[in-house]
């Protein structure tokens, strides 16, 4: 089994390499730049966001965005002893979970997506987990993940189909601009795919 690493396909590099905060110059320059995933091969569950915030982009890390709850939540859920820094993206690798996106390139909100290209990162997902195989897809995201995988009625939670081989579960998006869901109903929610996925 290859060892763990981010993923080595081309990307844009980020603005800069450190936890340092990047000025409003730098992230307003990651239209359209990637983030690199973190990801190995069999990996008890692969998180899937929508696409990366141009925050993100400007320091290389996922979920890195102030405000954004996924580090957190995968505290409160149990995934982590700790919550760590989006800095720390790679010490999930060790726990066997990875990171990568539906869509590649970063925009300023994910409603700047058109359906097209939401399904085009379906299928381009859908050839990134068959090759490296995660027993769980989870997407955080139901409506990008209603668009991209043609299931108009999906709900959260376990879906009854796969992507690629693995199963499918469906999380609230945890950035900060969804108001639907508090800290601690996405920590219960991602609670339930920790326990199933042991």
Known sequence: MAAPSRSSRPTSPPTHSGPRKPTRAEVLACVGKRVPDVIAPGLRALFCGINPSLYSAAVGHHFARPGNRF????????????????????????????????????????????????????????????????????????????????RPDAALGPQPHTVGGARVWVLPNPSGLNAHYQLADLARLFRALRVAVG
């Open 71 to 150: 580090w957190r939540t995968l505290h409160a859920a149990g995934f982590s002893e700790r919550v760590l820094s989006p800095f720390e993206d790679e010490e999930l690798l060790a726990r066997g979970y990875g990171v990568t996106n539906v869509v590649e390139r970063a925009t300023a909100t994910a409603a700047e997506l058109s359906p097209a290209e939401l399904v085009a990162g379906g299928r381009r997902l859908t050839r990134r987990v068959r090759r490296y195989a995660p027993r769980v897809l989870a997407v955080l995201g139901i409506s990008a993940y209603r668009t991209a995988f043609g």
